[in-house]
């Protein structure tokens, strides 16, 4: 894995042949980065390959600037276990557009980009967007499982690439499985069969025994390090796990998602919050910030979410949203409101179903930007 990464850098210093661009989505978290790392791998070790010139080498890139790789604290920590330093990977800022229009792409746990229409295979998790634009040819592998890291590590098992050579793939794959389905856990309701399965798969190519109780100190490690954002600042916390929505009726109208790996109550109690907030708002040109906090108590591994509302530009908007997610019934979020949040003059809920994600809420906050 580290001469193939060192060698992708040096491809997109002096390239000869065509390449094939394999990204991640715009979070960056460990799913996507994983996925993206290890589908390049793949595809640059295997005979299976996507519709590209027989000479195309594949490159992975992570979907954020470079000045962001220190917040991903989960991403780091795996990465780092392999060897798998910042100057072995390739960064979104580090690329021209002018030379990415010369590229393919694999798009990997998304399927919504600027580069759509140059889109070679996609491998996602979540619900087909209608707003997406596919080319019809593309190699479509979209399902409904806990991880994206599953859909990758299939075809590794399926290839049959599970040499010596490739156990820390495998590896930092099951590890992105385990943490994305909060360990299989039953309350988070978020592992499929397949998740299970591959996983299963994984361990018994890894010769990896008493696998519930490694996987268990995977996962805490992984969680521990996710969560260990005590030497990150306000503005750190609010680009560590992003996402930016945009309305197609008006591409000026955006809305910000951030996660966080603590509550959000928790989060607008810290030094400069609220400024931070203001800044990244600015920066990101959005109308309203919809903060999601998760954390996972690691006593019972309990899972504990809640969220924020904040609008700064366009009220209106702001109070669909607001309606739509207390009115919601597929999922029901259960929110009940915290009125000890007093903040920006936001409005703050405690979310009771633990099982919605952002990736539920991500569609009906863009049917009301896109209506």
């Not at 390449?19 to 791998?41: F, K, P, Q, W």
């Not at 669909?320 to 009115?327: A, G, H, N, R, V």
């Amino acid at each position: 894995m580290l001469n193939f990464l060192k060698q992708s850098r040096n491809l997109l210093t002096c390239p000869i042949q065509p390449i094939c661009i394999v990204i991640g989505n715009e979070s960056c978290d460990l799913d996507s980065a994983v996925s993206a790392v290890s589908l390049a791998y793949f595809y640059q070790k295997s005979k299976e390959k996507p519709k590209t010139p027989p000479e195309c080498n594949f490159v992975p890139i992570l979907n954020i600037c470079q000045r962001d790789y220190p917040i991903k604290t989960e991403v780091n920590y795996l990465f780092g276990k392999y060897g798998i330093t910042d100057e072995l990977l390739t960064f979104r800022d580090e690329v021209s557009d002018d030379f990415l229009k010369s590229c393919r792409f694999c798009l990997v746990d998304h399927h919504v980009s600027p580069w759509s229409d140059k889109t070679v295979a996609i491998y996602d998790h979540r619900p087909l967007d209608k707003t997406a634009l596919i080319p019809e040819e593309c190699d479509l592998h979209m399902h409904m499982v806990g991880s994206c890291a599953t859909l990758i590590a299939d075809l590794f098992i399926q290839n049959e690439v599970i040499h010596e050579e490739a156990r820390n793939v495998l590896e930092m794959l099951r590890g992105a499985i385990v943490l994305d389905t909060v360990n299989f856990s039953k309350e988070a309701a978020r592992a499929t069969s397949k998740d299970i399965e591959i996983c299963s798969k994984l361990e018994e190519i890894l010769e990896i025994g008493n696998a519930v109780n490694n996987r268990k100190v995977l996962f805490d490690d992984l969680v521990r390090a996710r969560s260990d954002v005590s030497s990150l600042t306000a503005a750190q916390l609010l680009r560590k796990d992003n996402k930016i929505l945009a309305s197609n009726k008006d591409g000026n109208m955006k809305i910000a998602i951030p996660g966080f790996p603590m509550p959000v109550k928790e989060f607008i109690t810290k030094g400069n919050a609220e400024k931070a907030i203001r800044e990244f708002a600015m920066e990101n040109k959005c109308a309203v910030v919809l903060l999601m906090g998760m954390f996972v108590n690691p006593d019972d591994n309990a899972v504990h979410r809640d969220i924020g509302l904040i609008n700064f530009n366009n009220g209106t908007t702001c109070e669909f949203i607001k309606q739509k997610l207390e009115t919601l019934t597929e999922p029901n979020l259960s929110l009940e409101q915290l009125s000890c949040c007093n903040f920006m003059n936001g409005s703050f809920y405690k979310q009771g179903n633990i099982r919605a994600t952002r990736k539920h809420i991500l569609p009906v906050v863009k049917s009301i930007l896109d209506h």
